[in-house]
């Protein structure tokens, strides 16, 4: 059997340890090198911290890095969407300031995630995130996760739906920002603002082309269509709607984890459909050739 799949060097969406990855700036870019790929966006979440050093170790292994950020956002009163901003500028004040002040709830909430799992019996939980955290304003709920996974209390599948998810003992509800000002900062900052994994959301298709009427109102322009959180049929299902939307298409794996399953090889995708309309260009990315692996 042929097992040769074709993928496209680009990866428009991966974390590093300045937020909730597990691998340094420059380990995420070597693993990139290692797999041929390209042209890649480090997106961490509610920070651009990473970049300054990103940007000189890409140049030294020669990939094209894209300045990044996925910014939290409080949706419809209490959805939690995540906004990805491509070719931000990591030097732009306002963003800068704006994503420190949602980077300070990350640590209180922490605090408070901590405190449920301790009522339920489960101790040291601030303590044993924060070891997975380079910053402490950078605490999410996927640094509890592999705190109850490495110390037996849930297996990695389940962690969230057993212990982090909404009604679970360590959710925490949490306020991020608004729609209108999350693009606002992407824009004015040079940016392209597109909506992350929206498959991931488990909207109902009415509630997802509201949500699309409302970023698109704001002036957000993509949505990623390729990403390791969609099936075929999701991805395929989004690149529909990107069409009928006029949004611009964008892939990401979403890395976090060289030992995430299913895996990932961060840095590179599947290629997006025919029928989209591919971001590429808006990022200076020319039409990348398809590569075998």
Not at 16 to 27: F, I, L, N, R
Not at 191 to 204: E, F, Q, S
């Amino acid at each position: 059997m042929d097992t040769k799949i074709n993928k496209i060097p680009v990866d428009l969406h991966c974390h590093s340890t300045y937020s909730d990855g597990a691998h340094s700036v420059k380990e995420v870019l070597d693993f990139v090198k290692a797999n041929n790929g390209k042209h890649i966006a480090l997106t961490d979440h509610d920070t651009v911290n990473g970049l300054a050093e990103a940007r000189i170790y890409a140049k030294e292994l020669e990939l094209k890095l894209i300045g990044g950020v996925e910014i939290s956002v409080t949706w419809d009163k209490n959805v939690l969407i995540h906004i990805l901003g491509l070719g931000v500028d990591e030097n732009n004040q306002n963003l800068v300031t704006n994503l420190q002040k949602l980077r300070s709830f990350r640590y209180l909430r922490g605090e408070k995630i901590a405190a449920q799992l301790e009522k339920a019996g489960i101790p040291n939980a601030l303590e044993g995130a924060l070891k997975y955290c380079q910053e402490k304003e950078a605490l999410s709920r996927t640094h509890f996760a592999r705190f109850l996974v490495e110390n037996g209390y849930a297996k990695a599948n389940r962690v969230f739906e057993k212990y982090l998810a909404i009604g679970r003992t360590g959710y925490v509800p949490q306020v991020w920002a608004e729609l209108s000002d999350a693009v606002s900062w992407i824009k004015n900052s040079g940016g392209v603002a597109v909506i992350a994994h929206p498959a991931r959301y488990k909207l109902t298709r009415t509630k997802l082309l509201r949500l699309i009427s409302d970023f698109k109102t704001c002036g957000g322009e993509g949505i990623e269509v390729i990403s390791s959180s969609h099936s075929e049929s999701e991805c395929m299902d989004i690149a529909r709607i990107a069409q009928e939307c006029n949004l611009l298409a964008s892939m990401g794996t979403d890395f976090h984890n060289i030992n995430n399953y299913p895996k990932v090889n961060v840095g590179l995708n599947y290629p997006l459909p025919a029928i989209c309309n591919p971001i590429y260009p808006r990022l200076g990315i020319e039409l990348p050739c398809q590569i075998t692996i």
